[in-house]
């Protein structure tokens, strides 16, 4: 038998407890969502206007790469949208 004094310590900044990982989660669902509905509000604000072959100018184009952000319970990786202007006089510009 073998006794040992020897603790793990975490990492400065990171936490495994339960309640740390359900404020994250709960944190990024809320960005989530208040990204989608700033999109969805950008997109019905171009929603009448037509490219010249009557297509939508702007519409949704998958995501962008995951990235995290720092809040103040730690790093949270986000999502965001990405949308594109299909238009030639606007040289087809991505935003997001």
């Known amino acids: ?3 040992t004094n020897v603790f793990q310590l975490s990492q ?3 936490f495994s407890d339960p309640l740390t990982e359900v404020l994250r989660n709960g944190a990024r669902a809320v960005l989530a969502q208040a ?3 700033e ?3 950008l997109l019905s604000c171009y929603a009448d ?3 010249d072959d009557g297509r939508r100018r702007l519409v949704r184009h998958g995501h962008l790469p995951e990235r995290e952000i720092m809040t103040g319970i730690g790093a949270i990786a ?3 949208p990405r949308v594109r202007d299909p238009s030639e006089s ?3 510009r991505q935003y997001g």
């Open 49 to 51: 206007e037509l490219t």
């Open 78 to 80: 986000v999502r965001c």
């Open 90 to 92: 606007l040289g087809r």
């Open 35 to 37: 990204v989608e509905a």
């Open 12 to 14: 400065p900044g990171t």
């Open 39 to 41: 999109v969805s509000s």
């Open 1 to 3: 038998m073998t006794d």
